[in-house]
């Protein structure tokens, strides 16, 4: 499933293409993703130029110039992949490929998505910030103003496990479950620490894995588990070795330790850590 990182990668590699050129066609290739695209989704998206992208979460949000707003998910396989007019030519329409958009400078993206778990709807900039995606989310991860005194308030009074505290979205945004079990190594606190005691130095420590994970995957060009594929029409970066994570048994990489990784299951999601380094 593409996490924070490859959305962000998606974003970073669509803006060129897309920020401040026109969608001049609009291919739309059936009638639904995980819901039924909007009406005249087509229509309405010809001849829009776009102004900016923009990312909440791990929804894409492409702002456009009549006011409304392409909000896009990738769900659990979707990708975006680009193509110049030779490469488009080259490389028919896969069965996947739902959404097709040409820009006003010979660009296509396609949206691919096999298991059509991702969405795309339009709805007016103003309705955004306030739509029911959006509502209850918690910080993004990465803003400057998210820090440990942040997190900390939101885990008071939480006696659920840290682990899957930093997996609620109402927490915080973005921090899947390969990213929480590699920022709770990094900042040496187990995952089965009740999360209200997360606090002061110990949240400082946590939020800034947390930025660094993140940060070092988004460097990468997005880490893949699945079939993600970067822009570009190219396989994307693929990171295959994380400290804990799917590392069960593996030696805890922390010099002189010596434990072997440990797995737990922890909410039904399986949970990998160190024993010793991490409290
Ligand atoms: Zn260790």
Redesign the pocket.
Known sequence: MPELPEVETVRRGLAPRLVDHRIVRVLQRRKDLRVPFPGKFAERLEGRRVLGIDRRAKYLLLRLDDGNTLIAHLGMSGRMTLHDAKSASEHPFDRHDHVVLDTDEGWQVRFNDARRFGLMLLEPDAAVAGHKLFKGLGPEPLDETFDGAALAVRLRGKRTPIKAALLDQRTLVGVGNIYACEALFLAGVSPRRSAHTVQGERAERLVKAIKQVLLRSIDDGGSTLRDHVQPGGELGYFQTRFNVYDREGAR???PG???LVRRVVQAGRSTFY?????R
């Open positions: 805890c990489p922390t330790c010596g434990r160190c024993t010793r380094c991490q």
